[in-house]
């Protein structure tokens, strides 16, 4: 990932994989996995977005397309990005579906939450996303990645857990984004 741009480090030669990613790392790796086009970036269009930060633009083209909405509003209607916010999985799973619908993948392959002791508890704005998710396996990689790391098995989605720069990397090694970009 970041031989290829997508990711960077957190400073001299760290990676800080087990570190938590935040809602801007998603929005710049899905910007950088389209090249970085162009846009017109406004301070003034997100209440917590300044200029020059690695993650303005990408969030300026994420909102553009329709692969954020922002997590509120402020009291004029102008949308709460929560840039420095750790993702979870839900969240993750909602981008992701975005990101499909985007690059016009067929989303009509839907999983079922009910297998996961914790299915019925899934954010109902997420549901549709996290089904999806878990029929394309997404949820299973990163269900994986932390059996690895945690070394017992329990079957839940783990919805409202965070996601860390290593299970991203898991997830763009085994062609889940990737393949999107294909199309």
Do not use: C
Request: charge should be negative; avoid cysteine; proline fraction near 3%.
């Amino acid at each position: 990932v970041t031989e290829n741009g997508l990711m960077n480090g957190t400073g001299g030669s760290s990676f800080t994989p087990k570190a938590n990613l935040t809602r801007a790392m998603v929005i710049t790796v899905l910007y950088r996995l389209e090249g970085s086009p162009n846009v017109a970036f406004n301070e003034e269009s997100y209440v917590d977005v300044p200029a020059r930060q690695f993650y303005s633009e990408a969030t300026a083209w994420a909102f553009d397309e329709g692969i954020i909405t922002g997590t509120s509003t402020d009291d004029w209607g102008v949308p709460v990005i929560s840039p420095g916010r750790d993702i979870t999985r839900q969240e993750l799973a909602t981008m992701f579906v975005r990101y499909a619908r985007f690059k016009h993948v067929d989303l009509t392959n839907n999983g079922n939450l009910s297998s996961f002791k914790d299915g019925a508890t899934v954010a109902s704005w997420a549901t549709d996303a996290m089904k999806w998710a878990t029929s394309v396996e997404l949820i299973k990689i990163l269900f994986f990645a932390e059996l690895n790391h945690k070394k017992h098995l329990v079957f839940l989605v783990y919805h409202l857990h965070y996601i860390t720069k290593a299970d991203i990397i898991i997830v763009i090694n085994n062609q889940i984004i990737v393949k999107y970009n294909q199309s």
